[in-house]
């Protein structure tokens, strides 16, 4: 399936006894494919996926293929640290259905770059379906070369990377290599319209969990080359999207939808907790602020 524009990194829900809430994750699933999402990341970084055991995450993806029901493309991130783990999370997911794999880089532990090299390739290897490489510096600790890239990137089920380094000095060196079998999507909210302006053909969002028209309508101006446009809107929404940033993410994207109300997304696994009472405040007031825009 066609991959660009708003791809939703969509939040976990859960039940006020800690377990999945498949209801809410069905209506959340439903939501996405009905106000302009062109894809759903599920088991990220913002669905709090390095918390769930892997019982949990075989069923999401079950669950989740079958609801979205080729709507939209369903990307399952199916990272480790540990190349084994994410040769058997990818080849597992990719056998259920999953239209893509969101591989992030090895983190703690790291790696050096035969190192790194290797393991997507061992990933892509044994994936039943396109691979997806997520670069963030910021949560790992380590940051993909762009001779590593280069080298990946001719990798035919390499399909592309989520560049969420936030410097756009390294995306342009990165955009050197994008053509029709190799692709980029920003992975920050705050830069969706330099990173397509460069190549990038959409967004991993945390932002549309709770504005996904809205993100969808940056990126869809993007593509039509309306950058003026599409930048008003992302400037429109700028200070939610840092907002949602004011504690790790999804500390404030959850407390944000549990706010508006629309969807009930329950608490966190720990170490996550609830947010400070300030920056809640802080939040909150932002989300009146743009209720008129987002909703």
Known sequence: MELKGSIVALVTPFNEDGSVNFDELGRLLDYHCDNNSGGIVILGTTGEASTLTFEEEEEIVKFSVKRVNHRVPVIVGSGSNETAKAVTYSKKYSELGA???????????????????????????????????????????????????????????????????GNMSYAAKVSKLLSKDFHMFSGNDDIIVPMMSIGAEGVISVVANIAPKQTAKICELCLEN??????????????????????????????????????????????????????????????????????
Request: proline share 7%.
């Open 226 to 295: 309306r950058y003026p446009e599409a930048l008003k809107i992302q400037n429109d929404l700028l200070t939610l999207i840092n907002d949602l940033f004011l504690e790790v993410n999804p500390i404030p994207v959850k407390a944000a939808m549990d706010y508006i109300g629309k969807h009930k997304v329950g608490g966190y696994r720990a170490p996550l907790d609830e947010m400070d009472p300030a920056k809640k405040k802080q939040l909150e007031a932002e989300i009146d602020r743009v209720k008129e825009l987002i909703f």
């Open 99 to 165: 239209d893509y794999v969101l591989v992030i880089t090895p983190y703690y532990n790291k790696t050096n770059e035969t190192g790194l090299i290797k393991h997507f390739e061992a990933v892509a290897a044994a994936s039943k379906c396109p691979v997806i490489m997520y670069n963030v510096p910021g949560r790992t600790g380590m940051s993909m070369s762009i001779s590593v890239l280069e080298k990946l990137s001719k990798n035919p089920n390499i399909y592309g990377i989520k560049e969420a380094s």
